[in-house]
């Protein structure tokens, strides 16, 4: 029995939405009721997030049939793949009138090198070392902009046109990352350099570099507003007289969790404690997304089990270990 994708089951339709909608419902309306959605970058969520544990390929009407339900039409789903494959993330792969989509071997880099940071159990630690990227070579408008915005996707900040800091990232990964990118003509006019703090008394402090380099009051409030929407959901979800949600809802509310919590991490240079300000928001973030998720994961798999399939009916294959080893650690919001 394949279970519904609609939310009705567990209440009104998204569209007749109550006075008093459960957090959970306000959310997925919410999300239901954008004038714009980004299909593509959902579709990058539903791959890494439902998809990548269960071998990478799907049927396309699997996925237009799973995100129907927060109102993103086909004709958008068959644009936004169409796109993805343009841009080497996807490729299909046919079988009869139908097709299935997985991901390239581009697309799944680029989607480890991000759940290595959604699914982390707990804040990078740091060496006291800087990762610089020096331009010491003459590089084109063009590729110097595609250069920067590459940088700053991977979490560099500037310190000008020609310098890029990080604290913690690997620079050789850094390097495969831009040759995957197209950029490998212009890492020979890259100079990589690791760093240490001289201490030199009277200088300015690494807090001072960060500052220079990030605008971190942005993102501390976009932090907020994540907290500010789930937040009530993990409440909701925990509340000791809560029926247990329902299998169709919770795989709504955990591709919008992780959808929206990796958005911030693109924008998160995700810099070490020590040179966080205090009371930093992404922490708390990253404890609430960890424990909604593992709230979640169960009835949200029952789902998956159900009505994800390849082009030729058969269903996916049961979520491997990569799900298991997802938010490792002890949990100190359900713990």
Known sequence: MVLPLSTASAGPPLASATAHPSAIDARLAAFAGLQRVQAGSLLVTVFGDLVIPRGSRVWIGSLIQLLSALGVNERMIRTAVFRLAQENWLSAQAAGRRADYQLTEVGSQRISEASRRIYAGQSTGWDQRWRLIFVVKEVNGLEREHLRKALFWQGFGSLGPSCFVHPTTDLDGVFAVLSAEGLGPVC??????????????????????????????????????????????????????????????????????????????????????????????????????????????????????????TADGRGLPAAGPILAARFQGPDPLLD
């Open 188 to 309: 020979g006019s890259l100079l990589p350099i690791r760093a240490a703090d001289a201490a030199i008394a009277q200088s300015a402090s690494s807090h001072d570099l960060v500052m220079q380099a990030w605008n971190l009051e942005q993102l501390a409030q976009q932090y907020r507003g994540f907290l500010e929407i789930y937040r009530p959901i993990l409440q909701e979800i925990q509340h000791p007289a809560a029926q247990p949600i329902d299998p169709a809802r919770a795989v709504l509310i955990r591709l919008l969790l992780i959808h929206d919590y990796r958005r911030l991490l693109l924008r998160d240079p995700d810099l070490p404690a020590e040179l966080l300000p205090a009371h930093w928001p992404g922490e708390a973030a990253r404890a609430l997304c960890r424990s909604l998720y593992r709230l979640l994961v169960s009835p949200s798999e029952r789902f998956l089990d159900q009505n994800l399939m």
